[in-house]
Structures are given as C-alpha cells and as structure tokens.
C-alpha cells in the first residue's frame, strides 16, 4: 500500500466521486486515479468504493472506515514533510490563504505587505472566495490559514481564532440621499427605500438580513449582488441604499457614493482565523497570524491548537 493510493481515494471522495475531477486536482490521469484505488482495494481485500452500473455512487461500510484512516495518514505525511521543511528551510515554502473578496482587498493588503517584506521567498496563493468553500479548503488542508468575516455557525471541525479587529458597517447612498441628513437612521427608515443588497448566502449579507428579520422588517430589495463592488456600483447609479462594511467606501475612489455609520444597528462583525486542527503550523504561519492579529502570538496559537477545534 502507497500513500499515493490513499491520496487517491480521499480527492476522488472530495471531488463528489468524479475520477477526472480527482484527476485534475492530483494532476494526473483519469486512468491513473482509477489504477491507484483499486490497488488499494485489491490491498486490502475489500470494496471501499460503492458501484453500479460502473458509476461510483457513494463509500461502502468498510469503506468509510478507510476513508477516516487515510485521511489521517495523509495529513500526516504531509505534516511530516512540512516539519522538515520547516527545520531544513524556515524562511522559504508556499503559504495558501482561503478569504474572501472584501477581506482580501480591504484587510489583508497592508499584512500581507509586511510579511512579503519578512519573507520574500514565500510564496504566497491567495483564494478568494465564499466563506463556505473557505472552510472546505480548511478541512481538506488545501489551505493552511483562512482569514474570514465572522465565526462560522456551528461546528465545523477547524480551530477558530477570534480576532480582536472588527468590521464596521455603514449605510451607503448616492450623495445628498434624504437619509443622509438624519440625525440617528434606524432600519424602519431604511426599509422605506429600495434596498440594493448583497447577497444574504455570503457573510455580510446575512448579518444584515438578520438585522432586518429581528426588527420584523422586510425592506424592499430591487436586486442582490453577490460582489461588493457591484452593489457599490448599482448604488452609485440610484437603485437604491445598501448596508456594507465602512472599509469598502473611500471619498477618494469613490466620489458617486456616501455613507453613515450603522453600528447602532447592526454590530460590527469580528473577522476570525481559522485553522485545521491536526495540521502542522510553520513557523512563517505563526508569523503570518500575528501580523493579522497581533494577540495571537505563536504561544497562544499553539495552546489554542491543543484544544478543542470548536
């Protein structure tokens, strides 16, 4: 039995069962990926991919059990290598951040620019997409850290850093929208306008629309956006107002748009740091985090590690 064949087994798995997907991902041949699991089955004796009709259809009982123990050896022979790679070349490797778009563009430019300064020959991939995929990518260890917009809502099986930055909101408008000369907006007011939102599946937007369902409210949305700088354009041409965190809004780049403070209404969103619990952290991902999030020191990552993920 190969590591290869475990590799195998647990990307066919994550990629829903689809061989080529499988494929694409290891960077090898459909063939190949097909080869490698049933070495492992003729392996061990006994059917761990459940069949019909010559689709693969799900895990079979044994099969599951496999599955949880090549996982693990998986993410152990890869901790193993990162180990040595660490002790051998500690300023040098590959860092993976899972985030989202308005964290990558509004929170982590300036950290990531200190860091690049601190160690130049790591190379850096920066994933920007939804919160949910972020935390698959956590789970799978396809990424070492995940910068994301708030805790996620239940277990989910990564150890989860609070950080102690938050994410304030603001009501945007076209300039000298009637808001604007309120003296205290509430949401009321706001729902009597159209309202452009940003999509409630993605983090921000269901903080909002959270805000508006306990208040009893059902504003009127004449369309969602799933990007926030396409509500910050639908905005600035007079679709309506939008709730958005401050950051995204700057006088200078954007003369079309203003905007209140909404912290009174909704609070502001604490952005948290999440990690895969049994994974090995090199030491330029402490460094990393730290930069973030100054509270967390390597000491206290390494003790919040040792507990429970969630």
Known sequence: MKIEQLRALCEVVDQGFSMSRAANALDTSQPNISKQVRLLEQHLAV??????????????????????????????????KSI?????????????IATTHFIARYLLTDCIEQFHKRFPKVQITLHETTQRHALDMLQSTEADVGILSEPPR??????QLLSQRKIALSLVTPPEHPLLVRRL??????????????????????????????AGLSPNVVMTAGNIEVVKAYVARGLGVAILPSLCVEAEHDPD???????????????????????????????????????WTKRRVSRRMRQNPD
């Open 47 to 80: 059917d761990v991919l459940l069949r019909r009709g010559g689709r693969i259809i799900g895990m079979t009982e044994p099969g599951q059990e496999v599955l949880k123990v090549a996982r693990r050896i998986v993410l152990d022979a890869g901790n193993l």
């Open 185 to 214: 907006v509430t949401l009321d007011m706001i729902a009597r306008y159209p309202v452009v939102q940003l999509d409630p599946t993605l983090s921000g937007g269901w903080n909002v629309k959270r805000a508006f369902e306990r």
């Open 154 to 159: 239940g277990g989910v099986g990564v150890v």
């Open 257 to 295: 748009l203003d905007k209140l403070d909404a912290g009174h209404l909704i609070p502001p969103m604490p952005p948290f740091i999440g990690l895969h619990p049994e994974s090995f952290v090199r030491g330029y991902v402490y460094d990393f985090i730290e930069t973030f999030s100054p509270e």
């Open 84 to 96: 040595g790679e660490d002790y051998r070349r500690g300023d040098r490797g590959h860092l993976t």
